[in-house]
């Protein structure tokens, strides 16, 4: 007699974590509910069984995997996670244990499967992000690509100790100009004023200026030069000697003017995150944090209250305060959220790889990005972009390493 699809029994074996058709049968049927609720089309019953198999397979994968390198939490985290499962349920946690107990589950079972949420996300966070590699070079291309778009707005102020190298001269010759350059360098590095040995050593027009060639948009000035001093700071003298057509240069960059392009806005916001699991839904989580702005705005609550006693958050001791922030600091679909607010505007739930969020804007600045910063802020818009691609290569080679016995129903 064959066993109706209700039937409780093994489907899977992952590791040494069971899969269950009760459970599957269970976030089938939640998946058929959001789709009726957002009208979605769902593929066929057999493929869609499939594909949840699928992603439960995937979880237990990931849940063994964080349980053996995964960080030790804090317990004060996981208690507030809990307690927002009982609110959100519109319970205590008396309630909440009561209820688990009619169910056949362990208040303790039920803690360590909160447990295995959060840590889940940490490890992925970590694992992902150390698979993703962002060249130099990438990150140069995506400045230079932005300072196009910026119609070239980008300009420096150099000043040069140039030696001379006449045309057709001897190896002899070469040689003696070079040394007289390598000579001036070293006087700079030994602590003599640019402008001074500039004076006393330069062969160009602007020796009298000690060197100095003045503003200039990169277009202007040779491609040489520009390359030389994409990685200095203003205030640098390059640690080498330039060598062009003209003979031997000492370069010292002394401004760089980045425009428009290089001065952010940066944004100091603050978030309360509730954690979506199996317990807590993202629909159920957004409703909470509907009823959490629904206090803000009536004055009943203010957010750093409710952020330090219900953001499942590291930021939740700082009542949510996420800090200064430049552009391509948080997950894109975050960050959109933030940047359409006004000042001390509070958004809509808005959900993220991390949860659910609810997001104020506290100040706003505007701020000129140096070198370092804007080199950091395109390696993370760089791995951001490629998250979603190292996550799924990351859980392709867990499950390639895992245990997997798929198991049929019995007769």
Do not use: C
Not at 300 to 324: H, I, M, P, V, Y
């Amino acid at each position: 007699m064959a066993v109706s699809s209700t039937a409780d029994y093994i489907v899977a074996v992952v590791n040494q974590e069971l899969v269950t058709n009760g459970e599957l049968q269970g976030r089938i049927a939640r998946i058929r509910e959001d789709a009726q609720r957002s009208k979605a089309v769902l593929p066929p019953a057999a493929e869609l069984r499939k594909q949840v198999l699928e992603a439960l397979i995937d979880d237990r994968v990931q849940v063994t995997n964080a349980r053996e390198t995964g960080p030790k939490l804090d317990e004060a985290e996981i208690d507030r996670a809990v307690a927002n499962v009982a609110v959100q349920n519109q319970m205590t946690m008396v309630q909440l244990r009561a209820r688990l107990q009619q169910q056949g589950v362990a208040f303790a079972t039920f803690r360590n499967n909160v447990r295995d949420q959060i840590l889940t996300e940490r490890v992925r966070e970590r694992e992902v992000n150390q698979r993703i590699r962002v060249g130099s070079d990438e990150v140069d291309a995506l400045l230079d690509k932005r300072r196009a778009a910026a119609g070239g707005m980008v300009q420096l102020n150099l000043a040069q100790i140039l030696v001379t190298v006449p045309e057709g001269a001897t190896p002899d010759q070469i040689a003696q100009r070079s040394a007289r350059a390598e000579a001036a360098l070293a006087r700079v590095k030994g602590g003599e004023a640019f402008d001074a040995v500039a004076r006393d050593v330069s062969e160009d027009g602007n020796k009298a200026q000690g060197g100095v060639i003045g503003l200039r948009p990169t277009d202007r000035l040779p491609d040489p030069f520009v390359e030389f001093v994409r990685t200095m700071k203003p205030g640098e003298v390059g640690a080498t000697l330039l060598r062009s057509g003209a003979g031997f240069h000492v370069i010292k960059l002394l401004e760089r003017s980045d425009g428009a392009v290089f001065t952010v806005q940066q944004t100091r916001a603050r978030h309360i995150l509730l954690r979506v699991s199996l317990q807590l839904p993202a629909q159920a989580a957004a409703q909470r944090l509907a009823e959490f702005k629904r206090q803000l705005l009536s004055g009943a609550k203010t957010f750093d209250q409710l952020a330090r006693d219900n953001s499942e958050d590291g930021s939740a001791a700082q009542g949510g305060d996420l800090g200064w922030t430049s552009p391509g600091g948080f997950v894109p679909e975050f960050e959109e959220a933030m940047n359409a607010l006004p000042l001390g505007g509070i958004s809509e739930p808005v959900v993220s790889r991390f949860g659910v969020h609810l997001i104020q804007v506290i100040e706003r600045r505007q701020t000129a990005l140096d070198l370092k910063q804007q080199r950091e802020q395109a390696r993370n818009v760089l791995r951001e972009q490629r998250f979603d691609e190292a996550y799924a290569d990351w859980v392709r080679d867990l499950r390639g390493r895992a245990y997997v016995e798929l198991r049929d129903a019995p007769q």
